[in-house]
């Protein structure tokens, strides 16, 4: 943490500043408290730091979340137009037939917003297709076999997608024609389920992110960036899956779902977490030399 | 029927995971803004106990002359201190070393050469330590590069009657070889910046590790010495010593380097060592542990019951993937809309998120900075993680078993350039 | 046209999920941030080692002109440039260089030396000989190779270290490190986080030496029902008092409140769970630990260290360690009446404390 007064000046060159430039002189004698003689700040030990919990911080993670949540809740209406004139845009240039649907989705009586989906209906796997994806599927494995070691937790992932795939080509083989799902409620779950995502993420920054003492336009700023993000992801990949299954299949359907689905928007989220953990302290403080007008130490560097 | 009964079993399996998430949390939370525990670290001036300092060594040319030379450096008194390598069987130049600097140092550095015996760490642990009168016995492995204050701090705690063993964080030191290096830099920081000193806030169950960290040698003597037949002593030790009603205590403030896995396979080894010994420890303390003896607190109990389950969530988060597969198949339609999906969301993704906010509370704490934003590849290191776990943790169920496996010296590869005799 | 649309679709799609992914990718191809945590410090619980590092810098830094003459007066710079001070025999040479009363220069003192108090002192002040500091000075940190004696409310921003004796005088607030090879006397009222000497006394007067064995004991104590007796010590579950003048051998661990009536001798180390009240003139062979406070009467003696996680009061006459055992007092908030006796260091996570009251 540093001051932002006088910025990393050292202690020689705060020695000789003139009082009046630093803020007085208690303010220069709390920086030379502070600062080692290459005028970096002393901080506690990392072995010791804490955070801060004051009232204004506890307000900030449970109100503003709150509120941001409930500000997303209430977008999702027009947020479904939005995506209603994506998908209507997108899915003809696909190839894709039939209109683009919209749902009613109602909540009680605050929140009634409606969820578009695609028309198409993907077909029940024949031949052709239980030949592509096995294909694919071998591709794949053998793509695994040759991956260098560095790469290893991509062969995993890659053979655990693979995985997924042929527990559906088990389930087909079972029982061919009890497949309990369609493209258009898929697309519309997947929406609605999006839908929830947006919903619970203010509520999940709350309670990760905003505890810590990183300026609140940066919190708020994270929270909208992840949240728009994803609400623009999110008719992109009910788009790419509705052209994938219906091209090859319900056979492709599952791997959709639990791999490439809301698994990329956590992925997505955990990213932007991960950049705004790194942002800086909002509040850069130097210790003052007489705290609240007393003399005492506050805990010194160990 | 069927249908009800993977249902059960699917939010048994969440209700687990939920639990752990909620752990970590807490944890986290604790470790922020709870009541931060240190009590011992500000013990600098005393009259010092007798110290051994033990280094289990095989085939450790390329690191135990830096080990050797921070010790000696160590501020802690000459004539209280003795550094006893152990030497178990090297067929490199390890032995030649530790020949020299006890020819050096014949006061201060006592090596043991072992020969024959059951191989391993934690056997030679057990014949070294019998034979040596020292009131707390530290322990580092050879690549460790103890600071000159680290051995003091060590032993601060047990000025404690109560404390049994202590352990210090270790940070890992070849931080930017690679991705892999550079993800467990994250998850060590989780582990003991967040994860131990919580524990220590607590009044838990910090988890003595086996290296950076020490034993009271009348507590290791009460609890009838080193195990040799686990793949986790320090796991085993750990419980023992809390069934008897010795405290563990963690200090945050006693770093020590290490160097961590390099590659892949190295890691995956690592991990699944570490996850039979755990095991091993699960099966035969867990019920122990439950009935809460004389002395565990209640919160002790369950701390240490999540503990030692801990390598078993890997297989229970797989079992819940292939239950809400098989339930997905057979057309299960959540009966509530968007409550329901939001639960089943948590379970298959937010549910773990509790481990990222710990990771990245450590090294906000730790005052890193640009290092937390690698935390989207930490997926990738989990998942290798979860292979491995669930692969070793179904081995020991199904065929395996919890004792039966060969112990040897399975030593992590080390990556420093070599040193020599001095 | 379907085909195409997809691939760029995918693209973009790919692309879309990638971009939050950057700062990520860029601090793995690009590292700002992978250097190893610096875990080998030398400074934990070494109160001199900035003292010892501004002896060392020094050497190196003064000029060639003072290494001929080391006694000279001089003013100019260092080495690096550091504004710089020397005083020789003329002691009001040092009044002369100050504007303001504050000094802004690096300044050693070669001869004994009286300040009339009121200085301000921004940077590092050595003094080579002995050195009487006057009232309400502020230092930013001091170096003293003799005995040194700060004047009443002075203030020490950073760290004090004296090769010889060094007094605090009361009213006086020590921010940092203070520490002096023999005695560190602190006057009344003073407030600090981290001291450690020889032996840290308070007060004025000179207080007996630690007691080794109380003056009057009536033999071993009787424990309550519940109580285990351990490897290595006597285990109480709950409160647990002491009687006036008793005994008990060997270490004991309470998991209640623990009262030590006055005269009792605990021959071994003790840990309480809840607080830890000693009367007058107990006696502990080995150290005290405890998990909330620790308050004691007049006379006590801990023969080993003391750590509370709360706070200690220590009362008059009391004492932490012996002259020929080093120990250490460590708790959050710390009260030392006058005539306590600590034989090493003192450190308080948020302040310590002197008082006479």
């Known amino acids: 943490m540093a001051s932002s007064r006088t910025g990393s000046r050292t202690p020689r060159e705060l020695a000789v500043t003139p009082a009046t430039e630093t803020g007085g002189r208690a303010r220069l004698l709390g920086e030379l408290r502070a600062r080692g003689s290459r005028g ?46 994506m998908l209507e845009w997108i899915v003809p240039q696909l190839g894709l037939p039939g209109d683009v649907g919209f749902a009613h989705v109602s909540l009680g009586p605050l929140l009634d917003f409606y969820v578009p989906h695609v028309s198409a209906a993907a077909p029940i796997p024949g031949a052709w297709h239980y030949w592509v994806v096995g294909a694919i599927c071998a591709l794949v494995l053998a793509l695994t076999l040759v991956l260098p070691p560095r790469v290893l937790p991509l062969k995993y992932f890659l053979r655990f997608a693979t995985l997924v795939q042929l527990t559906t080509f088990l ?62 992801l999110l008719p992109l990949q009910v788009a790419l899956h509705s052209y994938v299954v219906f091209h090859l299949s319900l056979l492709v359907l599952p791997t959709m779902f639990f791999i490439w689905g809301l698994l ?36 010194a560097a160990p | 029927m069927m249908i009800s009964v993977l249902i059960v079993l699917l939010w048994g399996v969440v209700a687990v995971l939920v639990t752990y998430t909620v752990r970590h949390y807490i944890f986290t939370f604790n470790r922020l803004f709870g009541r931060h525990r240190q009590p011992y670290v500000d013990i600098t001036a005393a009259e010092w106990p007798t110290v051994a300092v033990f280094i289990p060594c095989h085939n450790e040319q390329a690191v135990i002359t830096g080990s050797l030379e921070a010790l000696l450096a160590a501020d802690y008194p000459a ?159 750990t419980f023992r010593l809390v069934l008897q009603g010795w405290d563990v205590v963690y200090q945050n403030r006693s770093e020590c380097y290490e160097e961590v896995p390099e590659n892949w396979p190295t890691r995956i080894r690592q991990i699944r060592r570490w996850t039979h010994g755990h095991n091993q420890s699960l099966a035969r303390y867990v019920m122990r542990i439950i009935s809460k003896p004389a002395n565990v607190s209640g919160l002790q109990a369950l701390d240490g ?19 809400a597969l098989l339930l997905y198949y057979m057309g299960y339609q959540p009966p509530v809309t968007i409550l329901v999906i939001l639960l089943v ?56 078993g919890f004792g039966g496996r060969k112990i040897k010296w399975d030593k992590t590869e080390r990556y420093r350039n070599g040193g020599g005799a001095p | 046209m379907s085909v195409a649309f997809f691939v760029l679709l995918l693209t973009v799609t790919i692309a879309w999920v990638l971009a939050p992914v950057l700062p990520a990718i860029f601090e793995l191809l690009r590292p700002t941030d992978a250097e190893p945590l610096d875990a080998v410090g030398s400074d934990s619980g070494d109160l001199t080692v900035f003292a010892d590092g501004f002896r ?82 502020i230092y930013r940190a001091v170096l003293a190779e003799q005995d040194l004696s700060l004047g009443e409310r002075s203030s020490v921003l950073r760290w004090v270290h004296a090769a010889g004796n060094l007094y605090v005088g009361s009213g006086s607030t020590l921010f940092g490190r203070a520490s002096a090879l023999r ?61 006036e003048g008793g005994a008990v051998t060997g270490s004991l661990v309470v998991t209640g409140t623990l009262t030590v009536e006055a005269g009792a001798r605990i021959g071994g180390s003790v840990k309480t769970h809840g607080d830890c009240v000693l009367h007058d003139d107990v006696v502990i062979d080995g150290a005290l630990i405890s998990r909330r406070d620790v308050t004691t009467g007049r006379g006590c003696a801990i023969h080993g260290s003391l750590a509370a996680e709360r706070t200690v009061v220590l009362g008059p006459g009391s004492s932490v360690g012996t002259p020929l055992a080093q120990a250490s007092l460590a708790a959050e908030r710390i009260t030392l009446h006058d005539g306590v006796q600590v034989f090493g260091a003192v450190t308080a996570v948020r302040e310590a404390r002197t008082t006479s009251e």
């Open chain 2, 305 to 323: 019951a999540l503990l030692l389950g801990v390598f078993a969530v890997g297989p229970i988060l797989l079992l819940g993937w292939l239950l």
């Open chain 3, 56 to 137: 060392n810098y020094l050497a190196r830094q003064l000029p060639a002109a003072l290494q001929a003459s080391p006694g000279a007066e001089y003013r100019g710079e260092l080495q690096d440039g550091t504004p710089f001070l020397q005083v020789g025999e003329r002691a009001e040479f040092l009044g002369e260089s100050a504007s303001d009363g504050a000094h802004s220069s690096r300044v050693v003192t070669t001869v004994p030396t009286t300040l009339p108090g009121g200085e301000v002192f921004m940077m590092e002040l050595l003094a080579r000989s002995t050195m009487q500091g006057g009232p309400d000075a």
């Open chain 2, 79 to 237: 004539d209280r201190l003795t550094i006893i390598p152990i030497d178990d069987r090297s067929t490199d130049a390890t032995g030649d070393i530790l020949g020299a600097y006890a020819r050096r140092y014949p006061e201060l550095i006592k090596p043991v050469f072992r020969t024959g015996g059951e191989p391993g760490k934690a056997a030679a642990m057990a014949e070294a330590a019998a034979r040596v009168g020292a009131e707390v016995h530290l322990v580092f492995d050879a690549d460790y590069v103890p600071g000159p204050k680290l051995l003091k701090q060590l032993t601060a705690p047990f000025f404690d009657p109560e404390v049994g063993a202590v352990m210090g964080r270790v940070v890992p030191h070849n931080v930017s070889s690679n991705l892999l290096t550079r993800l467990l830099d994250l998850e060590r920081a989780g582990g003991y910046q967040v994860d131990q000193q919580a524990r220590m806030n607590l009044g838990l169950v910090p988890q003595y590790g086996g290296t950076v960290g020490g034993v009271r040698r009348e507590a290791l003597s009460s609890v009838g010495g080193w195990r040799t037949d686990t793949l986790a002593e320090d796991t085993d030790m």
């Open chain 1, 40 to 85: 970096g700040v002393i901080g506690q030990h990392r072995a010791m730091v804490s955070g801060r919990l004051t009232p204004s911080r506890v307000v900030s993670m449970v109100v503003m979340p709150l509120l941001l949540s409930a500000i997303v809740a209430l977008a999702l209406r027009p947020l479904g137009s939005v995506w209603r004139a």
């Open chain 1, 171 to 232: 389930t087909f083989a079972v029982r061919p024609d009890s497949f309990p799902y369609a493209l258009p409620q898929y697309s519309l779950g997947f929406l609605q389920a999006g839908c929830a995502l947006l919903v619970l993420i203010p509520l999940v920054l709350g309670l990760t992110y905003f505890p810590f003492d990183i300026a609140l336009w940066r919190k708020v700023a994270l929270t909208l960036m992840a949240v728009l993000h994803i609400a623009l």
């Open chain 3, 183 to 243: 005695d560190l006397r602190l006057g009344n009222d003073v407030s600090f986080t981290r001291v450690r000497a020889a032996r840290v006394v308070t007060g004025s007067a000179e207080p007996p030496a630690p007691m080794l064995f109380p003056l009057v004991m009536q033999g071993t104590t009787k424990f309550p029902v519940g109580t285990t007796r351990e490897r290595t010590f006597t285990r109480v579950a709950g409160d647990f008092t002491v009687p």
């Open chain 2, 345 to 400: 969301s948590a379970f298959s993704t937010l549910g773990n998120f509790a481990a990222f906010f710990e990771v990245a509370t450590a090294t906000r704490l730790d005052g890193s900075r640009n290092r937390v934003r690698l935390l989207p590849f930490l997926f990738f290191g989990f998942l290798v993680s979860l292979m491995a776990v669930s692969q070793e943790t179904i081995l020991q169920f199904i065929g395996r």
């Open chain 1, 264 to 299: 990329v928007e956590i992925f997505v989220f955990v990213a932007f977490y991960g950049w705004g953990m790194s942002w800086p302290d909002a509040r850069l403080e130097t210790p003052s030399y007489a705290p609240d007008g007393a003399t005492q130490p506050q805990a």
